[in-house]
């Protein structure tokens, strides 16, 4: 296997003869011991490691050589991952370069066991976002209108989404909210027979009650108070193409039987109208509901699940996608850095580690937002985790708050965690934290924790 290519940049012959016959069994080390040699190595080899002492001048507080080489490499290939190394006494350098762009930093004296640690986590990096890059230009880069993923559970939903795209059956896809459920339902529209057509989405819990059968099945003149012109509906506007219901557990029972009887018979009737009209669309349905719970409650009719989920798509939540929230953020960070003129490099090792740690209950749609915010307010070349408004550590995340501020702020997360894993479920929930129900229910009133609208008991 070809070794990955490592420069080591110091001005002492010693030091850099000592780091190459440590890490020259899992590196191909490159030395140099000024900006020139450095960058002349650099611009014929191209390496995705740097070690660089930031002192490279006689004068051991002279590190603008080394910050202009730095500089150089990162606008000359900014995915190189630099890792500066300081004296004890320099650690404002160490977070200068942090801020401009080196990927950590390592205080001297060197121990090459931990620096051997920190080199193969940027390398992994590195891949990573190599991948990502490739998949990126690869020729089926936007066969998922964007979807990007390399855990199994992802790689299982592209791979169900080519099969059940060559068939006409209605597919139902769950998954919590912003885990990209719509772009999955255009993902199989794309690659269906009906690419041609129309994709036509409606969120159902996002229209009052009393105009929802009108947007979905349109109206006749003169049909309710306000209907001055005859309107076709969403399920019209769709024909020969898609209708993505949206949420559709929301759904009033009495337009879920409306629903059905389309479904059954491929014909509609307009409010106030008395033809028929016969529409040529398929269905895809999507909810963050536990619509076998609704079932069992009658709140979601069975016939209709059964018609709607003939074929079903689980959404893995992001905290149990793995290293796919590293390259995620990365694309959002590429992608909005562009849009906003920022010349913001990646992020910084601890920043990497929050992403990492935090739960994301907002999921794809909540990273994004938190990279494009970052993006706007950041004012150094990498972004960190206060940019992202996320604590690496537990001690970072409880500064300055006292003991009973922290401790009703982990029981809040703890709590909060569990609820969305069980749907709202308080019986679920309590058994799983051990406390009782009247026990949860007044931790929840002193935390502030609002019931979920669908908790059960």
């Not at 002492?12 to 002349?40: C, P």
């Not at 309710?224 to 219901?245: D, Q, V």
């Not at 529409?279 to 709607?308: G, H, P, W």
């Not at 679920?428 to 007044?442: C, D, F, G, K």
Request: charged share 30%; net charge negative; aromatic share 6%.
């Amino acid at each position: 296997m070809e070794k990955t290519k490592l420069l080591i940049v110091d001005d002492v012959e010693d030091i850099r003869t000592q780091m190459k016959w440590a890490l020259a069994e899992e590196y191909e080390v490159f030395e140099a011991e000024d900006f020139s040699s450095a960058m002349e190595l650099f611009e014929t080899h191209r390496m995705p490691l740097v070690t660089l002492d930031l002192g490279l001048t006689s004068d051991p507080n002279g590190v603008e050589e080394g910050f202009r080489l730095l500089d150089e490499v990162l606008r000359f290939q900014r995915e190189t991952k630099v890792i500066v190394i300081t004296g004890q006494e320099q650690r404002e350098h160490a977070l200068r370069a942090i801020s401009v762009g080196a990927y950590d930093f390592f205080n001297k004296p060197i121990q090459l066991d931990e620096l051997n640690v920190v080199l193969r986590r940027a390398r992994h990096v590195h891949e990573l976002e190599r991948e990502n890059r490739e998949l990126q230009r690869g020729p089926s880069s936007d066969s998922f209108e964007g979807i990007v993923g390399f855990c199994p559970s992802i790689q299982d939903v592209f791979r169900a989404v080519r099969r059940v795209a060559g068939s006409d059956a209605q597919v139902l896809i769950s998954g919590e909210s912003g885990t990209g459920k719509e772009l999955v339902a255009r993902a199989i529209h794309r690659l269906s027979e009906r690419t041609g057509g129309p994709f036509v989405a409606i969120n159902c819990g996002a229209i009052p009650e009393a105009l929802l059968e009108s947007e979905l099945f349109g109206h006749e003149k003169g049909a309710f108070t306000g209907a001055h012109m005859k309107r076709s509906g969403r399920i019209e506007a769709a024909h020969r193409g898609t209708l993505f219901l949206d949420e559709v557990g929301e759904l009033p029972v009495a337009l879920q039987v409306k629903l059905l009887r389309f479904l059954q018979e491929h014909r509609l009737e307009r409010v106030g109208g008395r033809q028929e009209i016969v529409v040529d669309v398929r269905v895809i349905a999507a909810t963050n509901a536990d619509l076998v719970r609704e079932m069992k409650e009658e709140r979601f009719r069975e016939d209709l699940y059964y018609r709607l989920a003939v074929v079903r798509l689980a959404l893995p939540p992001l905290r149990e996608r793995g290293e796919d929230v590293t390259v995620l953020a990365k694309i959002f960070l590429e992608r909005f850095a562009a849009e906003n003129k920022k010349t913001i490099s990646g992020f910084t090792s601890e920043a990497l580690e929050a992403l990492q740690s935090y739960d994301w209950p907002g999921n794809v749609r909540e990273l994004e937002n938190r990279v494009k915010r970052a993006i706007i307010m950041a004012e150094g070349r990498k972004l960190t985790s206060a940019d992202l408004e996320l604590s690496s550590t537990p001690g970072e995340r409880y500064a300055s708050v006292t003991l009973k501020e922290a401790r009703e702020e982990l029981e809040r997360d703890l709590i909060q965690r569990t609820l969305r894993k069980h749907n709202g479920n308080m019986t679920r929930t309590a058994a799983e934290l051990q406390v009782s129900r009247p026990t949860l229910y007044e931790l929840m009133e002193k935390l502030g924790i609002r019931k979920p609208d669908r908790a059960t008991a």
